[in-house]
């Protein structure tokens, strides 16, 4: 069964220091992962996507590694701002799931004005 | 992109009560839906994957009579929860997945969510 972690739970940064958000996942096999924001009571918005082939992607701030063989993959946010606090889900599409996700429980981030 | 809308956003509901929960993709066909339960700081939890004109898979644990699922069309699935409970009250999210074709993306576009409470 495919597990995903995130670390750290919940995290405040002051405006303007760079983010470094953690996922892990136990089984390597997997097609892709995904990072996604999550405001209060809100729905998911897809951030980023990185194919299993793929070591990294990125969007304006935003930067998402992807180290396969060692399970990890690091979303940073560079520059942070107030709007960026939101919580941040990770979620692996893995093989033999039928193409279903798997999520960690996520980082909590706050940006402290 | 793709979008996907989900009705109603919240509801309040007594309980033994139905409820029914629709999830659409507004500019797109999606054979495939997924539905999601998600408790307050935890992770999102596949209840079950809907496709269109199948019945639903169900993951364990998640009673198929008390969730019923029905993907009528390309473009809606619903959720109903049948004789609901407090402990029904979650959040409940569902997804349609579009698939590219060759690069085999699989890409998940998700609702906005269904807040449930049960008194």
């Known amino acids: 069964k495919q597990e995903v972690t995130q670390i750290p739970a919940a995290l405040s940064v002051p405006e303007g220091e760079n983010l470094v958000l953690n996922c892990s996942f136990t089984?390597?096999?997997?097609?892709?992962l995904q990072w996604f924001r999550q405001d209060p009571g809100k729905g998911l918005t897809s951030l980023l996507l990185?194919?299993?082939?793929?070591r990294e992607q990125t969007s304006g701030r935003l930067n998402a590694s992807l180290d396969k063989s060692s399970g990890r993959s690091t979303l940073y946010i560079a520059a942070s701002q107030p709007v960026d606090s939101a919580t941040y889900l990770c979620?692996?599409?893995?093989?033999?799931?039928?193409?279903?996700?798997?999520f960690g429980k996520g980082n909590q981030v706050v940006v402290i004005p | 992109g793709a979008v996907v809308s989900q009705h109603p956003s919240w509801v309040i509901c007594k309980s033994g009560t139905s409820v029914k929960i629709e999830c659409r993709s507004l500019d797109f066909q999606a054979t495939t839906m997924f539905w999601y339960r998600q408790f307050p700081k935890q992770s999102l939890m596949l209840m079950a994957t809907?496709?269109?004109?199948?019945?639903?898979?169900?993951e364990q644990g998640v009673e198929k009579d008390k969730f019923l699922i029905n993907h009528a069309s390309l473009t809606l699935s619903t959720l109903t929860v049948t004789s609901a409970h407090p402990e029904d009250s979650s959040f409940y999210i569902c997804?349609?997945?579009?698939?590219?074709?060759?690069?085999?993306?699989?890409?998940?576009?998700f609702g906005p969510g269904t807040r449930l409470l049960v008194l």
């Open positions: 990185i194919q299993s082939s793929q």
């Open positions: 089984d390597s096999a997997i097609y892709n």
């Open positions: 809907s496709n269109e004109g199948s019945k639903a898979t169900y």
């Open positions: 997804s349609a997945r579009v698939s590219s074709g060759s690069k085999r993306q699989e890409t998940q576009y």
């Open positions: 979620a692996v599409t893995y093989l033999g799931g039928n193409n279903r996700l798997a």
